[in-house]
């Protein structure tokens, strides 16, 4: 495996400074602070070596060991050795009497006690008493590592001796040389190293010194004095090496150490050099190599994951950063927005206090508004009860419309001009006939008696005229008999249509204050206004085509038939039961109805009186026709009274103010209650047509009564007209009879003369009456052809009478809805008041919350403020510590990766090995078996002064 595989899971360069660096650098700190102590206590050069010995007892090894040696080397300034001394400190754990030691020494001597010892050759035994045992001696053997100084004055080598007092830019350089060997079994190979020593090399210098710089160590400044710590690892990095890679110069593993600096007048007291064994620092648990390459993986991974960590927190912070930013205008906005809502907020709570506090108003208006639909749809279902009556009752015009239609009103009118020509005729005949029996007394007109030579003649003529006149006069009789009964019962029902008028004008009234109380509750019926409104439609339409149609019927038109007659005022039936849907069920309709119902009666017998007449004689028809034109007249007056009360109602219903009303029934209650004051005004119009009604069917009765009377005249004189007439008839035939014999039919001659002289007069008396009668009644003046468009009338009538029932049964149909609709307003108004006192407290607590929101925006805000530009520093700061481990990982862990050229396991098992000769060697001058021992070497140079000279 070679070392270029390995940049991405090994950093070589970390390793090795945790080795071989880091842990010369703890001794340097530890040894400066001796070496400081050191230097204080050295007044002068001439201080012995017992002394040095005494004073200095360097300890640089905590391990659990039972022989400590430290090795002084007293040498002059360049570094030569002129003298060793061993101190040792015997550990006597257990407390024993003897310490047996291995000591390749002389001239020992305790040190710090009166123990005494015994020596056979190295062997050396202490009698300890429990006590430890100081001692030193000497020797003449090699320290494993020596140290060369060299002394350079402005760029020129000088000697120690000469640099004394001298002035400029002096350098001393330190060059350590290992000299220790050792031969390790590391993983089944042997490998040779040397023991891992660090050289400490420590100084002071006074104040003359300047501009101090050292190469592997540090300055310590105490006072006006500096101490000066330097380190090296002399023949480490060969060692390493031979594991058969090459490190870089710039790999720290120094053999050497140079201090420089500017002097004036150079005097240097003292400088002193440790050497210790850097594995002490390590216990007796260190790692084997493979832990070692197995950490260094470890530490390659943790290389690339600091890289990589530092390159997502740069990430990280940006985002952070951004996201701060964004926050930070978030806050702003919803800080704005806050401010915004708690208006909204105020205002939705203001609101919602107005619309609790008006919610009584409400429910109350709801529950009037559903106690009003019910009144309406009852009222529906009692108008649709009325036009169902209606509608029954135009039964019989709709079964006599096909009659109707038959009826020839050209063949009428020249039945009536017949009529009047020949009563005219008749008159005329009877008065002549009247002067003929009379006579003047003249010769010219002696009267009847002289005329008996014309009577034989005309006798025949008379008596076959008083034939037909008895016969006429019989059936004339009998049909004013049944007219003047029938003009009675007219006289009776229009007596009753009087009645009935005045209390239709009192149920008119009724109507009027009924139609007040309606507008007051017309805002309950807003939901069926549009219903309603479609009904009216429907009603102006009918009610302008019956205007329209009757508009179009003159007088006259009504004596067209009686069938006709019936017909005619089974619309004025319809008319006066159409006012019902503009009213309530407190309208005298019955009333209304019996009236009409009575005349239709009335009619009926009209009707049955002129159809029986039609077998008998022109002069009984003509009579019974008479008094059932009175009765029509009557009709028409009432006709006449309903017009003007329909016109009312039609004027009220195309009133512009009443259209408006109509339309804006449908937007609301306030606009129906408008609407419904002018049904109460166009109700007091129907009352006062109604009055009209009454004052006319008043009328009716009148007249009908006095053409009772005067048809029962004319029934009495038309039997007085026909008695005479059959007396003329027996005496004209007597007459024809007896004319054989002269003395006898001569006789009765004269005496029929006479009777029929009185007859003729009472039948004259009758004609006269007949003719007055005809003349006052204006049948002459009768157009009967302008009726001619009642059949179409009365056909409209049944199909608008027809549309009417369907629109009621339509708003029947959609009284359950509305019955419904008012039940669920009336518990919807209960929950929507419930809930909007609930929405009020809950705008309450909402605002209590939005100023509490308020102001933890308005802190938010200024957090995010604060958290903007921490982020900002923060995102600095990364980028910087970014920055500053790519250029870790280039110019330190990259470089040392690149410093060594090999294969990693040779030289962790150098590594290994080198660390296993530092923790076995234990002593310099020797160890006893089984015992464990530490060793650091010191050299105390010589100083240069001028008082040396």
Same mark, same amino acid.
Not at 189 to 213: C, Q, R, W, Y
Not at 556 to 561: G, S, Y
């Given at each position: 495996?070679?070392? $270029?595989?390995?940049?991405?899971?090994?950093?070589?360069?970390?390793?090795?400074?945790?080795?071989?660096?880091?842990?010369?650098?703890?001794?340097?700190?530890?040894?400066?602070?001796?070496?400081?102590?050191?230097?204080?206590?050295?007044?002068?050069?001439?201080?012995?070596?017992?002394?040095?010995?005494?004073?200095?007892?360097?300890?640089?090894?905590?391990?659990?060991?039972?022989?400590?040696?430290?090795?002084?080397?007293?040498?002059?300034?360049?570094?030569?050795?002129?003298?060793?001394?061993?101190?040792?400190?015997?550990?006597?754990?257990?407390?024993?009497?003897?310490?047996?030691?291995?000591?390749?020494?002389?001239?020992?001597?305790?040190?710090?006690?009166?123990?005494?010892?015994?020596?056979?050759?190295?062997?050396?035994?202490?009698?300890?008493?429990?006590?430890? =045992?100081?001692?030193?001696?000497?020797?003449?053997?090699?320290? $494993?590592?020596?140290?060369?100084?060299?002394?350079?004055?402005?760029?020129?080598?000088?000697?120690?001796?000469?640099?004394?007092?001298?002035?400029?830019?002096?350098? =001393?350089?330190?060059?350590?040389?290992?000299?220790?060997?050792?031969?390790?079994?590391?993983?089944?190979?042997?490998?040779?190293?040397?023991?891992?020593?660090?050289?400490?090399? &420590?100084?002071?210098?006074?104040?003359?010194?300047?501009?101090?710089?050292?190469?592997?160590?540090?300055?310590?400044?105490?006072?006006?004095?500096?101490?000066?710590?330097?380190?090296?690892? $002399?023949?480490?990095?060969?060692?390493?090496?031979?594991?058969?890679?090459?490190?870089?110069?710039?790999?720290?593993?120094?053999?050497?150490?140079?201090?420089?600096?500017?002097?004036?007048?150079?005097?240097?007291?003292?400088?002193?050099?440790?050497?210790?064994?850097?594995?002490?620092?390590?216990?007796?648990?260190?790692?084997?190599?493979?832990?070692?390459?197995?950490?260094?993986?470890?530490?390659?991974?943790?290389?690339?994951?600091?890289?990589?960590?530092?390159?997502?927190?740069?990430? &990280?912070?940006?985002?952070?950063?951004?996201?701060?930013?964004?926050?930070?205008?978030?806050?702003?906005?919803?800080?704005?927005?806050?401010?915004?809502?708690?208006?909204?907020?105020?205002?939705?709570?203001?609101?919602?206090?107005?619309?609790?506090?008006?919610?009584?108003?409400?429910?109350?208006?709801?529950?009037?508004?559903?106690?009003?639909?019910?009144?309406?749809?009852?009222?529906?279902?009692?108008?649709?009860?009325?036009?169902?009556?209606?509608?029954? &009752?135009?039964?019989?015009?709709?079964?006599?419309? $096909?009659?109707?239609?038959? =009826?020839?009103?050209?063949?009428?009118?020249?039945?009536?001009?017949?009529?009047?020509?020949?009563?005219?005729?008749?008159?005329?005949?009877?008065?002549?006939?009247?002067?003929?029996?009379?006579?003047?007394?003249?010769?010219?007109?002696?009267?009847?008696?002289?005329?008996?030579?014309?009577? +034989?003649?005309?006798?025949?003529?008379?008596?076959?005229?008083?034939?037909?006149?008895?016969?006429?006069?019989?059936?004339?009789?009998?049909?004013?008999?049944?007219?003047? +009964?029938?003009?009675?019962?007219?006289?009776?029902?229009?007596?009753?249509?009087?009645?009935?008028?005045?209390?239709?004008?009192?149920?008119?009234?009724?109507?009027?204050?009924?139609?007040?109380?309606?507008?007051?509750?017309?805002?309950?019926?807003?939901?069926?206004?549009?219903?309603?409104?479609?009904?009216?439609?429907?009603?102006?339409?009918?009610?302008?085509?019956?205007?329209?149609?009757?508009?179009?019927?003159?007088?006259?038109?009504?004596?067209?038939?009686?069938?006709?007659?019936?017909?005619?005022?089974?619309?004025?039936?319809?008319?006066?039961?159409?006012?019902?849907?503009?009213?309530?069920?407190?309208?005298?309709?019955?009333? =209304?109805?019996?009236?009409?119902?009575?005349?239709?009666?009335?009619?009926?017998?009209?009707?049955?009186?002129?159809?029986?007449?039609?077998?008998?004689?022109?002069?009984?028809?003509?009579?019974?026709?008479?008094?059932?034109?009175?009765?029509?007249?009557?009709?028409?007056?009432?006709?006449?009274?309903?017009?003007?009360?329909?016109?009312?109602?039609?004027?009220?219903?195309?009133?512009?103010?009443?259209?408006?009303?109509?339309?804006?029934?449908?937007?609301?209650?306030?606009?129906?209650?408008?609407?419904?004051?002018?049904?109460?005004?166009?109700?007091?119009?129907?009352?006062?047509?109604?009055?009209?009604?009454?004052?006319?069917?008043?009328?009716?009765?009148?007249?009908?009564?006095?053409?009772?009377?005067?048809?029962?005249?004319?029934?009495?004189?038309?039997?007085?007209?026909?008695?005479?007439?059959?007396?003329?008839?027996?005496?004209?035939?007597?007459?024809?009879?007896?004319?054989?014999?002269?003395?006898?039919?001569?006789?009765?001659?004269?005496? &029929?003369?006479?009777?029929?002289?009185?007859?003729?007069?009472?039948?004259?008396?009758?004609?006269?009456?007949?003719?007055?009668?005809?003349?006052?009644?204006?049948?002459?003046?009768?157009?009967?052809?302008?009726?001619?468009?009642?059949?179409?009338?009365?056909?409209?009538?049944?199909?608008?009478?027809?549309?009417?029932?369907?629109?009621?049964?339509?708003?029947?149909?959609?009284?359950?809805?509305?019955?419904?609709?008012?039940?669920?307003?009336?518990?919807?108004?209960?929950?929507?008041?419930?809930?909007?006192?609930?929405?009020?407290?809950?705008?309450?607590?909402?605002?209590?919350?939005?100023?509490?929101?308020?102001?933890?925006?308005?802190?938010?805000?200024?957090?995010?403020?604060?958290?903007?530009?921490?982020?900002?520093?923060?995102?600095?700061?990364?980028?910087?510590?970014?920055?500053?481990?790519?250029?870790?990982?280039?110019?330190?862990?990259?470089?040392?990766?690149?410093?060594?050229?090999?294969?990693?396991?040779?030289?962790?098992?150098?590594?290994?090995?080198?660390?296993?000769?530092?923790?076995?060697?234990?002593?310099?001058?020797?160890?006893?078996?089984?015992?464990?021992?530490?060793?650091?070497?010191?050299?105390?140079?010589?100083?240069?002064?001028?008082?040396?000279?």
């Amino acid at each position: 495996m070679k070392l $270029p595989e390995l940049k991405k899971i090994f950093r070589k360069k970390y390793i090795i400074r945790v080795v071989a660096g880091a842990l010369v650098v703890g001794l340097v700190s530890t040894s400066s602070v001796q070496y400081t102590a050191l230097a204080d206590k050295a007044a002068t050069t001439e201080q012995t070596t017992n002394d040095i010995i005494s004073t200095d007892d360097v300890k640089v090894s905590n391990k659990d060991i039972d022989k400590d040696e430290t090795v002084y080397l007293i040498s002059k300034a360049d570094g030569t050795v002129s003298d060793t001394i061993v101190a040792s400190h015997l550990v006597n754990k257990d407390g024993a009497d003897k310490i047996e030691d291995v000591a390749d020494l002389k001239n020992i001597k305790n040190t710090n006690g009166n123990e005494k010892f015994t020596q056979n050759g190295t062997e050396v035994t202490w009698q300890a008493n429990g006590k430890d =045992i100081y001692y030193q001696g000497h020797t003449t053997k090699e320290a $494993p590592v020596s140290v060369k100084v060299t002394y350079t004055l402005d760029d020129k080598e000088v000697k120690p001796k000469d640099l004394a007092g001298k002035s400029g830019h002096v350098k =001393i350089h330190y060059e350590y040389t290992n000299n220790s060997t050792y031969t390790e079994n590391v993983n089944g190979e042997s490998v040779t190293t040397v023991v891992p020593f660090a050289a400490i090399t &420590g100084m002071v210098l006074n104040d003359d010194f300047t501009n101090i710089k050292v190469t592997n160590g540090r300055v310590v400044q105490n006072g006006t004095k500096s101490v000066v710590i330097g380190y090296a690892l $002399p023949g480490l990095k060969d060692s390493l090496e031979k594991a058969g890679g090459k490190f870089d110069k710039d790999v720290e593993l120094p053999d050497s150490l140079d201090i420089e600096a500017d002097v004036k007048n150079f005097d240097l007291e003292t400088q002193m050099t440790a050497i210790v064994d850097a594995s002490n620092t390590i216990t007796s648990s260190s790692k084997s190599s493979n832990t070692i390459s197995n950490d260094i993986d470890k530490l390659s991974d943790a290389g690339d994951q600091l890289k990589d960590g530092s390159e997502q927190l740069a990430d &990280g912070t940006s985002q952070l950063n951004d996201g701060a930013k964004k926050l930070a205008g978030g806050a702003k906005s919803a800080k704005d927005g806050s401010s915004k809502l708690a208006s909204g907020t105020k205002q939705l709570k203001d609101g919602l206090g107005t619309l609790n506090s008006n919610m009584g108003t409400f429910k109350s208006g709801a529950s009037s508004l559903s106690s009003g639909l019910n009144q309406y749809t009852a009222g529906v279902s009692k108008l649709n009860g009325g036009i169902g009556t209606l509608r029954s &009752g135009l039964s019989p015009l709709r079964s006599q419309l $096909p009659a109707l239609k038959k =009826i020839n009103f050209n063949d009428l009118a020249n039945q009536l001009t017949a009529l009047s020509t020949g009563v005219s005729q008749l008159k005329s005949g009877s008065d002549q006939l009247l002067a003929g029996y009379n006579g003047d007394g003249t010769a010219k007109n002696p009267g009847l008696v002289k005329s008996m030579d014309q009577l +034989t003649a005309g006798a025949k003529s008379v008596s076959d005229g008083a034939s037909s006149v008895s016969s006429g006069a019989s059936s004339l009789s009998d049909g004013a008999t049944k007219a003047s +009964t029938g003009a009675s019962s007219v006289s009776s029902g229009a007596s009753d249509v009087s009645n009935g008028a005045a209390n239709v004008s009192n149920g008119a009234s009724t109507l009027s204050d009924s139609a007040s109380k309606l507008a007051g509750g017309a805002k309950s019926v807003s939901d069926g206004a549009a219903k309603v409104d479609a009904g009216i439609g429907q009603l102006e339409t009918q009610l302008s085509g019956l205007g329209t149609q009757f508009g179009t019927i003159s007088q006259e038109q009504l004596t067209e038939t009686i069938d006709k007659s019936l017909n005619t005022n089974q619309s004025l039936i319809s008319l006066l039961k159409s006012t019902k849907i503009l009213t309530d069920d407190k309208i005298t309709l019955a009333n =209304i109805d019996g009236v009409v119902t009575k005349l239709t009666e009335n009619q009926t017998q009209v009707i049955d009186a002129l159809a029986k007449a039609n077998s008998n004689d022109t002069v009984t028809a003509t009579a019974t026709y008479y008094t059932a034109l009175d009765v029509l007249h009557r009709v028409q007056s009432a006709r006449d009274a309903l017009n003007t009360a329909e016109q009312s109602l039609q004027d009220m219903l195309t009133n512009e103010t009443t259209q408006k009303q109509l339309k804006e029934l449908k937007d609301g209650s306030a606009q129906v209650a408008n609407g419904a004051k002018q049904v109460s005004e166009g109700s007091q119009q129907l009352a006062a047509g109604s009055k009209q009604l009454a004052t006319g069917s008043k009328s009716l009765a009148d007249g009908s009564k006095n053409l009772a009377t005067g048809s029962k005249s004319l029934a009495d004189g038309s039997k007085t007209l026909a008695d005479g007439a059959k007396q003329l008839a027996d005496g004209s035939s007597t007459l024809a009879t007896g004319s054989k014999t002269e003395s006898d039919g001569m006789t009765q001659a004269n005496a &029929g003369v006479k009777q029929l002289a009185n007859g003729h007069k009472q039948l004259s008396d009758g004609i006269n009456e007949l003719y007055t009668s005809l003349n006052n009644s204006g049948i002459s003046k009768l157009d009967v052809k302008k009726y001619s468009s009642l059949p179409t009338a009365a056909e409209t009538l049944i199909d608008g009478v027809d549309q009417l029932y369907k629109g009621g049964n339509t708003l029947v149909a959609n009284n359950s809805k509305l019955t419904g609709g008012a039940s669920k307003l009336s518990s919807g108004a209960g929950q929507i008041s419930s809930g909007v006192s609930r929405l009020y407290s809950g705008a309450g607590t909402l605002f209590n919350g939005q100023n509490t929101l308020t102001s933890g925006l308005s802190t938010l805000y200024d957090g995010t403020n604060t958290l903007a530009d921490g982020a900002e520093k923060l995102t600095s700061g990364a980028d910087k510590l970014h920055d500053g481990i790519v250029k870790l990982d280039k110019e330190g862990i990259e470089k040392l990766v690149n410093s060594y050229n090999g294969d990693i396991k040779p030289l962790a098992n150098q590594l290994r090995a080198a660390l296993d000769a530092g923790e076995d060697y234990q002593s310099f001058s020797g160890l006893a078996d089984g015992k464990q021992g530490s060793v650091q070497f010191l050299y105390r140079m010589d100083g240069i002064s001028k008082d040396d000279d």
